[in-house]
Each structure stands twice: as structure tokens, then as C-alpha cells.
């Protein structure tokens, strides 16, 4: 159970023999681990003094004679003594030689005045002169120290759990000398066993942690001792048990200092009783403060209250303590009354000596008026008669004359004998909560604060010798814990650190400044959800240097004001409440049931400045988002300016939809040097309504390829003006199907081309148009057409038509059927046909028109002209530069088809 004591070889071991005891009237004997006791026998118990105290271990000197003999029976060193119990006894009148031996082996202990601890020390002096020293077995506790959580014990059972870790354990399951008796801590309202929690042992002895476990509950401990072993006895209530055990009462009275009255063992000498000064009550308050993650709202206090008498008087005592968890009317009721107790008990004192050897602290003594015959009669004081006294200290001396004498402390039996003092109370700082004395409002929702739930206010403090002779600190007004709550709120400066003043409603520390001033100051906040700056400028600043890395897992709602913004904070709160718990399914279907991790309301205008480390070559930042989103903006104005070397964008929709009204004017410039245009479309459907439109494109070189599957277009222009200047202009269209509707009230044209090539081949063609008036003015410098058509069926309705054509050169031919070869040579080739009936008919195997002259002229009028050639073949002859324009022509159109193909 215990480690060994270490020594140096053969330091303290010795020899003695066996000497005269009989006729001793004290004793002592020392348990050996083997079983052996060392007693009467082996030493002589020479003389012994010691001091008892309530709550407290005891210590007794002993001083031992023996004889040293070398050649003795009894051998033993230091670590054979140390640790092992001793008993010291006393005889008391009427016992007999050998009632102390028959003691330590179990038998009676009457007649007898005993002592029991263990051998803590032990020296040796002159030869056959041995001091020791006995102190409890509680007193090992005091050598070690623990870093230990006592989880889940109340006071009660975490001190049962200490001694037992030192083999003192409760009597019942006592397998050792030594017990302890924790019975008469108990009842339905004693904290020391309703709390349970976890208790920190951070280091100190295990001693000194019971010790301060007593103070919170009132307990207090004393000595029971026995021929073979002793008891610690914990209590916190006034039930003590009798020095006397046959009800004897101590006689006080002035004795004789002869032999005779010596012997006495019930007296008491030179006593003195005193009453003293004390509180005139006990007024309690308990705090149960609440920690900040019992609840949303910052955390507040309960408090409970008790008085010990309806009047306090002059001199209350306030007791005020704080707790975590717990608190009820109950258990402060009971540590007030228990206190009260203590209080009553510190204002009367008794203290003298006395003859009684059998004096403990934690006993009672009664004391009796009457005198006996055989003292020194005169006058008693009867105002002690019958009056009961609980022993707080004993200090013992006695010598081998049998002399022995006490010097005693006791003070009355009716309180509680634990310690009272006004310290025994939460000093040095106070709870107090943060309340409203100017216009500040208490806040109506933790999560949104109002800007007037801040109350701070400034006070002054003075010193005529200082430059300036006045401070104006800053500060707010609190309510102590201690205080009823109908009682004045006074004000109190924040700390020297704070910057901003806490919210109303706020619990809050209250201490001293640690300096000479000692102001009353707030010196810490248990917690708070808001602050305002109280600085002379209104602002703070925060700097840091350094890199970090930042986690964090949740959603957030918040609500932003300008400093000097009006601020209507409901419907703020309310739209970010409505979006993080509705989300936004009125802009979308797809936002129907989506959570929203963080919403926002900011009122008032912002400026951002961003630059890349190396200038506009450098890169300033990426942005990848992956998700739908959804913005609206509603402003009077609205700009946007980028320069920008080199600009990719790609977008890949399914469905896009864009809605644009301009009331005012819609502008657009734009400057490319080149631009390339990819669009693949599978449906295109376009719906404009333009009031006048005007535009004018000026394109060196354009060159457009569009492949449309089916296009469907309306157009209703009112007018149109256009003008285009085309350098070069080659397009090449390829159409399955077109239809075109043209509904124009007016269209003019004008047309300026340096050259055109125009290729077009229709499988089928269908054209409608209706023209109200049409003017065309062309002037070409060439014109080269070709036209390839399968079928064409046109179809023209032309009200009034005035065409002007002016061509330098124009070649036109057209092939119709197997084979027809037209020829016409000279300046001026004209046929006419004019009258009701023009048939000019040619056939036979071969049909040959040939006009040879500077003139030739072939007229047919009538209603009806026809010519029809029928043959197997038909040959047109031209001259040779006819022939080989007319080749170049037909080597061009094959090459255009093939293209196309």
C-alpha cells in the first residue's frame, strides 16, 4: 500500500533489551508488518505532548527510553517503524496493570485514555533515547498529488474515493486498522450529495483537494481513536458525540495544585468564556449562470435568495455563490441556515485546560456548577452551569510522573463547528447584467439586433492635480447579481482593452482594475452577439501579416447597414429569413425545395479595386461555378467598361430565352478588324417589329456561307433605306425549298457593284410578289449570269413597272432541250414578232437561218408569234470570237456545277 522508506545500510538499526514495566501509568505500543508489537517491554514511554484540531491532522511527540544492548532480542531499524501504527495510552483512575495490553490485542479499551496514528517520524538521540512522532493515516495524503478527473461524484463520494485510494475505507467493508465514516453527511438537500459532477484535481495534494471540498458543503472532520486502530468521522450538521461516555459532566471550579487534586480527570482549570463580535445575520444569493451553448440567446443568470433572519441588522453577512449548473430555493436555504449555524457558533469562545485526558476535538464537554467537598470552596459561576461545548482544538502533555495537563478550545454545541468567515464568499469580482438607463432598447431578436439595443454612456472621473484634470471613460450601467431587482442600476467603466460597449441584456464580470486605481471596472463578457464601437473616430483597425488557412462548415444569414443608413431592419430580416428557409422558387420552378447556405441583405453603395501582381499580363484571379444562378439588378444606370488583349468565351445551352426593352435608345458601336462568324442552327425563329431602321455597313471583303435547312421569315418594314458599298461580294447559296412572302408599301434601292458573280442553281423555285410601284435604277459595267434551273414557274403581278437598264456589253443565252445553237453576227441582231398570229415553223433533217450582211432584221407582228424548231438537230453558226466567248462561257457554267455538286 505504501512504497518503502529507503534508507542507508545499517543507519538507525539496533538492539535492545527487554526492561522493567510494570507500575507505568502511560504506554505505548508500535505494530510491526511481522505481526510483533513493540510496547511497554521494549520502550518506556517517557513523556508525550501533541495538538489536536477540528478539520486538521494531529501530532504527537513521543519521547521513548530503552535499553540498548547489543546482544538484545528485539532488533530492528528505521523503515521497521515508520508507517506502522501507534498507540499511546494513558491510565485513568481505577485501571488496572495490564488493561493497556489486553487492549492492543483487541480486549477492553475502558479505564483507558487512547491515541492512534502512525509513525511518521522517527529519531534517535543519546543512547536509549528514541523520538517519534504519530500523525493520522490521513495525514499521507498531504505526500501526493494527482492531474485527475473524479468523474461524476458528488462532494461525498469523491472524498470516499480519495482515502480509499490510501486504504481508509469506510468501516463496513474495513479490512484494515484504519477507516473513515462518512454517515452523517447526508440529507435531501445537502449539496455535498445532491450535486454530481466532474471534479479537476489539477496537481494538488490529495489532502489539500478534500480540504477544499469540505469548505463548499460545511463539512468538517475529526478523530476517533481506539487501542488498534482510528476513524475519521466527515459531518456537516451539529450532532457530536460525548467526551464522557458515561454522561459525566467537568467540574470548573478553583482547585488545589496538590497531588490530590492532580489525580482528577474531570476538571476543568483556569478556564475563559468570551462572546465576540460577529454578522448579525446571513442574507444568501446563488447565481446559476448559463454557458453560452445552453441556448441561442446570450447567456443569462438565475439567481436564488435566502435570509437567515427577517430583520439582517446592521451587519449582514452576503454569501454569494456562483454555479454552473443546479441552484434551487432549497439548496440555498440550506447553505444559509448552515451558515448561520457557523456564524452563531464564532461569536462564543471557551477556552482553559483541563485533567481530562480523554478530550478530543469534535466532542462535547457539559460542564457542571456544583463544587466538590474536596476543593477550595467559594462562589461558582452558575452561568456555565449545564451549558455544552464542542472541542474545536486539544493540545496534550504528560510526563512518566503521570502528570497530565490540557490546554482546550471549545465553543458551543448548538451551531455548526465548521470554520465561518466573511471571506468564505465569492470575493474579487461579482455577475452583473448589462441594463438599459438612457434610450436603448433590449434586444428583440438574437439573430437580428437593432442599432439601438447598445446603451453606452460616459461618466467622468477627476484629478485636480492631473493636465487634463478630468477623464471621461466610457461605460454602461449593470445591475450585481447580488442586488434585488428593483434596485438602482449603477454604472460602471469598461476595462482598458475595450473597444466597444456589450448589448443590453449581457451578463458580464465585474472586478477591480489590477493597478493602483482600482477602478470598478467590466472586466471580461461571458457572452455576446453584438458590439458597438465606442472609439473616438467610431472605428477600428486590425492588421495581421501572416498566411492561414480557414474551414468552415455551416450557412449563414446576415443583415448589412451603412453606418449612417436609416436602416428598417424587419423587412430586411424578413426577406433573408424567407430566402434561406423558402429558397426562391417564385424566379424559377427549379428553385422549389433548393436550400440556399447563405443569404445576404447589404444596403448602401461599395468600391472594389483589384489588381494583378505584375500589371494587365498577369493573372488576377479564376472563377469556376458550377450550378444554376439567377440575378436581377433594377438601377437608373448601369456601366460597364473592359479592354481586354485577347477575349474566349464559349456557352453551351439547351434552351435560352432573352427579353429586352429599351424605352429610350438602343446604341451600339462596335470596331473589329477581323471578324469570324460560326452559327449552326437547327429551328431559327425571328419576329421584328421595327419602327424606321437605318444602317450602313461598309465591309472590305465579306465572304458568307449559310446552309439552311427550312427558313421561315415575316418581315413588315414600314420603310427601309439602305445603301451598300461592296467591294467584292461572293456568295454562294444552296436552298431545298424556299419560300419567300413580301408584303413592301415602298422599297427603294440603289445599287452600286464594280463586279459580281452571282451562281445559283434551284432544284424547284416558286416565287409570289406583289409590287405596288418599284423603281430600279442599275448601272452594272459587266454582268455575267448564269442560270441553271430545272423547273421554273414565275409568276409576277406588277402594277406599274418602269425598268431602266443600261448595259456596255450583255450576252445572254439560253439552252433549251437536246441541242440549239442560236447565231448572230453583226453590230445589231434583232428579231421581232408583231400580230395576232407569228408562226414561223422549221422542219426537215436539217434547218439552217443564216442573216449574212452589215443589216439584218427579221420582224414578225401579230397577236400571236411562234416559232417552234423541230429537227433532229439544230446548228447555229457565229464567227470565231463568238464561238469562243460562247466556249469560255460553257467551261465556266461546268466548273460552277461541278462546285456546287
Known amino acids: 500500500m505504501n512504497a518503502p522508506v529507503t534508507t542507508l545500510p545499517d543507519i538507525g538499526r539496533t538492539r535492545i533489551g527487554s526492561g522493567d514495566h510494570e507500575g507505568l501509568i502511560q504506554h505505548v505500543a508500535i505494530f510491526l508488518a511481522d505481526g510483533k508489537i513493540l510496547s511497554d517491554e521494549t520502550f518506556k514511554l517517557h513523556s508525550f505532548q501533541g495538538q489536536e484540531q477540528i478539520s486538521g491532522p494531529f501530532e504527537l511527540h513521543l519521547e521513548l527510553h530503552a535499553n540498548t544492548d547489543s546482544k538484545g532480542k528485539v532488533a530492528f531499524a528505521f523503515e521497521d517503524i515508520l508507517t506502522r501504527p ?20 483487541g480486549g477492553s479499551e475502558e479505564h483507558l485514555a487512547l491515541w492512534n496514528g502512525i509513525a511518521s517520524d522517527f529519531a534517535m538521540g543519546v543512547p536509549g533515547v528514541y523520538h517519534l512522532t504519530v500523525r493520522p493515516a490521513l495525514w499521507k495524503l498531504s505526500l501526493t498529488n494527482r492531474y485527475e478527473i473524479h468523474r461524476q461524484r458528488n462532494i461525498r463520494d469523491a472524498i470516499e474515493t480519495t482515502l480509499g485510494a490510501h486504504g481508509i475505507v469506510p468501516a463496513t467493508t474495513n479490512g484494515t486498522r484504519n477507516s473513515v465514516s462518512l454517515s452523517a453527511v447526508s440529507g435531501a438537500d445537502n449539496p455535498a450529495v445532491t450535486r454530481v459532477q466532474d471534479w479537476l484535481q489539477a496537481g494538488e495534494s490529495d489532502l489539500d483537494f478534500i480540504q477544499r471540498l469540505l469548505g463548499k458543503a460545511h463539512i468538517y472532520f475529526y478523530f476517533e481513536h481506539h487501542a488498534t486502530h482510528h476513524r475519521v468521522i466527515f459531518a456537516n450538521r451539529p450532532s457530536y458525540p460525548p467526551t464522557l461516555p458515561d454522561g459525566r459532566k467537568l467540574r470548573y471550579a478553583e482547585t488545589g495544585t496538590d497531588p490530590l487534586g492532580l489525580d482528577q480527570d474531570d476538571l476543568v482549570l483556569g478556564y475563559q468564556y468570551s462572546q465576540t463580535m460577529t454578522s448579525t445575520s446571513v442574507t444568501g444569493t ?3 449562470q448559463h454557458a453560452a451553448w445552453e441556448e441561442d440567446t446570450v447567456a443569462q443568470f438565475d439567481t436564488y435568495r435566502a435570509q437567515s433572519a427577517a430583520q439582517p441588522g446592521d451587519l449582514p453577512f452576503h454569501r454569494f455563490q456562483v454555479y454552473q449548473y443546479g441552484g434551487s430555493d432549497g439548496e440555498v436555504r440550506w447553505d444559509t441556515e448552515t451558515c448561520d449555524h457557523t456564524r452563531n457558533t464564532s461569536a462564543t469562545s471557551m477556552q482553559g485546560s483541563s485533567t481530562c485526558p480523554l478530550m478530543h476535538p469534535g466532542f462535547t464537554i457539559t460542564l457542571d456548577e456544583a463544587s466538590a467537598p474536596e476543593v477550595n470552596p467559594m462562589q461558582i459561576r452558575p452561568t456555565l452551569g449545564d451549558r455544552s461545548f464542542v472541542l474545536n482544538s486539544v493540545k496534550h502533555q504528560a510526563d512518566l510522573g503521570g502528570t497530565y495537563r490540557n490546554q482546550f478550545q471549545a465553543t458551543e454545541s448548538y451551531g ?5 468567515s466573511v471571506r468564505d464568499t465569492q470575493q474579487g469580482w461579482v455577475l452583473a447584467q448589462v441594463v438599459k438607463h438612457d434610450n436603448g ?10 442599432r439601438s439595443a447598445f446603451d453606452p454612456e460616459t461618466d467622468k472621473l477627476k484629478d485636480s492635480t492631473a493636465n487634463p484634470t478630468m477623464l471621461r471613460p466610457k461605460g454602461v450601467y449593470v445591475r450585481f447579481a447580488t442586488a434585488s431587482p428593483e434596485s438602482a442600476p449603477v454604472w460602471i467603466k469598461l476595462a482598458q482593452h475595450m473597444l466597444s460597449a456589450p448589448e443590453l441584456g449581457v451578463t458580464v464580470l465585474v472586478s477591480r482594475a489590477n493597478d493602483f486605481s482600482e477602478l470598478p471596472e467590466i472586466q471580461s463578457i461571458v457572452q455576446n452577439n453584438g458590439h458597438k464601437t465606442v472609439t473616438p473616430s467610431g472605428w477600428t483597425a486590425n492588421t495581421s501579416v501572416g498566411s492561414n488557412y480557414s474551414t468552415n462548415y455551416g450557412d449563414s444569414r446576415g443583415v448589412r447597414f451603412g453606418l449612417n443608413s436609416p436602416g428598417n431592419l424587419a423587412p430586411a430580416k424578413t426577406w433573408v ?3 434561406y428557409n423558402k429558397g426562391n422558387s417564385e424566379v424559377s420552378g427549379w428553385f422549389s425545395g433548393v436550400h440556399l447556405r447563405d443569404v445576404s441583405w447589404s444596403q448602401g453603395g461599395s468600391s472594389n479595386y483589384s489588381m494583378a501582381e505584375n500589371g494587365r499580363a498577369d493573372v488576377l484571379g479564376e472563377s469556376i461555378s458550377i450550378g444554376s444562378n439567377y440575378s436581377k439588378q433594377d438601377a437608373y444606370e448601369s456601366k460597364g467598361i473592359s479592354v481586354v488583349d485577347h477575349s474566349w468565351n464559349q456557352s453551351t445551352s439547351i434552351t435560352t430565352y432573352s427579353d429586352s426593352t429599351v424605352s429610350g435608345t438602343a446604341e451600339r458601336h462596335d470596331k473589329v478588324t477581323t471578324s469570324i ?5 437547327g429551328t431559327s425563329t425571328s419576329d421584328n417589329k421595327v419602327g424606321i431602321t437605318n444602317s450602313t455597313s461598309l465591309t472590305g471583303l465579306s465572304n458568307s456561307a449559310s446552309a439552311t435547312g427550312m427558313a421561315n421569315s415575316v418581315s413588315a418594314t414600314g420603310i427601309v433605306n439602305r445603301a451598300d458599298a461592296t467591294g467584292i461580294s461572293n456568295g454562294i447559296n444552296a436552298t431545298g425549298i424556299s419560300n419567300n412572302l413580301g408584303a413592301t408599301g415602298i422599297d427603294n434601292r440603289l445599287s452600286l457593284t464594280g463586279s459580281s458573280v452571282n451562281l445559283s442553281l434551284t432544284g424547284e423555285s416558286t416565287s409570289i410578289g406583289a409590287t405596288g410601284t418599284e423603281t ?5 459595267g459587266a454582268s455575267t449570269s448564269i442560270g441553271a434551273t430545272g423547273a421554273n414557274t414565275s409568276i409576277s403581278a406588277t402594277g406599274a413597272n418602269t425598268s431602266i437598264s443600261a448595259t456596255g456589253s450583255n450576252t445572254n443565252i439560253s439552252a433549251l432541250g437536246e441541242s440549239t445553237d442560236i447565231s448572230a453576227v453583226g453590230s445589231s441582231t434583232r428579231i421581232g414578232a408583231t400580230g395576232v398570229s407569228t408562226n414561223i415553223n422549221a422542219s426537215g433533217v436539217s434547218t439552217d437561218i443564216s442573216a449574212t450582211s452589215s443589216s439584218t432584221r427579221i420582224s414578225v407582228t401579230a397577236d400571236l408569234q411562234e416559232i417552234s424548231l423541230v429537227a433532229g438537230g439544230l446548228h447555229l453558226r457565229v464567227d470565231q470570237s463568238v464561238e469562243g466567248e460562247l466556249t469560255d462561257l460553257g467551261a465556266r457554267v461546268v466548273s460552277a456545277l461541278w462546285a456546287i455538286v
Do not use: C, M
Not at 432598447?441 to 437593432?450: C, G, M
Not at 462568324?677 to 442552327?681: A, E, K, N, V, W
Not at 430600279?776 to 452594272?780: K, L, P, V, Y
Open 677 to 681: 462568324s460560326t452559327s449552326d442552327t
Open 776 to 780: 430600279r435604277i442599275n448601272a452594272t
Open 86 to 105: 501507534v498507540t499511546v495510552g494513558l491510565n485513568l483512575p481505577g485501571a488496572g496493570p495490564h488493561d493497556f495490553a489486553r487492549a492492543i490485542k
Open 441 to 450: 432598447e433590449y434586444p428583440k431578436d438574437w439573430r437580428y439586433y437593432q
Open 286 to 288: 446563488l447565481a446559476r
Open 577 to 579: 429569413d424567407d430566402k
Open 416 to 420: 455548526q463547528i465548521a470554520s465561518f
